[in-house]
């Protein structure tokens, strides 16, 4: 009986162990990775200043009093937050502070509520807009869902609310900008969950798009519904302008 327990003690140790290192060495398998251009862009220069404490990833703009409204961004699950940092950078340049949140194993479902460690951290920045793609746009969503009121707006990059976290009647700013087709159509299943936003949310296809440009990464799981019609600077460019567009709208 005595080894019998010891037996099912070990296993009851070993099983979930076996399990987080499967899941760890698939999750650094797939991980999608920043780019030299990505890279490149996390250097602080006399436009942008980049802080990368392992936490977050802060662009700040140099020069000039930052916006009283900043920016919170949520990543895609295994997706390296620096991954963003051509796009966070342009923003920072237009003079807000961008925070860029590194999530526990790279999954913002693991922590959907960040954004509030970030507002605590720096008090001085008044109001948030917060940006979350694919399962970090989901998370967004839940962080939204909680207080709509709290925050200046809500960008979905290529992502949507969870039917959890309904945004229909939710008194928010919020944008979807998403891949599309060539003709402009969003993704089956972007148009399915079009009930769960405000009826005056703004959708803006990045026709010819795909999921992954919407950083600069290599590698990474992710299957495409399709080879993209636009080179990956061409919708980093069209991402930017209509995020700044959105912001714009948000902050006044």
Not at 10 to 17: D, E, R, T
Not at 28 to 40: D, G, R, S, W, Y
Not at 224 to 230: A, D, F, K, R, V
């Amino acid at each position: 009986m005595k080894k019998l327990i010891k037996v099912l003690l070990g296993a009851a140790v070993a099983i979930p162990l076996l399990f987080f290192s499967g899941f760890y060495i698939w999750s650094q398998v797939n991980m999608a990775k920043p780019t030299e251009q990505a890279l490149a862009a996390t250097v602080s220069d006399a436009v942008v200043s980049v802080d990368d404490d392992g936490d977050w990833v802060i662009f700040r703009p140099v020069g000039a009093a930052p916006r009283s409204t900043g920016v919170i961004v949520y990543p895609g699950a295994n997706c390296d937050i620096r991954g963003y940092a051509p796009v966070l950078r342009e923003l920072a340049a237009k003079g807000y502070t961008v925070v860029g949140v590194d999530m526990p194993l790279n999954l913002s479902i693991l922590a959907p509520f960040s954004a509030d460690d970030v507002r605590a951290a720096l008090p001085e920045i008044k109001t948030w807009a917060i940006i979350g793609h694919s399962m970090g746009g989901a998370m967004a969503g839940v962080y939204a869902h909680r207080d709509p009121s709290s925050l200046a707006g809500l960008i979905f990059w290529d992502s949507f609310p969870a039917q959890a976290n309904d945004l229909s009647n939710a008194n928010l700013n919020v944008w979807n900008i998403h891949r599309a087709t060539p003709e402009g159509e969003p993704p089956e299943k972007f148009a399915a969950a079009a009930n769960l936003y405000p009826g005056d949310s703004t959708w803006v296809p990045i026709s010819g798009g795909i999921h992954m440009y919407f950083g600069s990464f290599n590698g990474g799981g992710y299957e495409e519904l399709w080879e993209p019609y636009i080179s990956r600077d061409e919708q980093l460019r069209l991402v930017t302008d209509a995020t700044l567009r959105a912001l714009a709208g948000m902050t006044g």
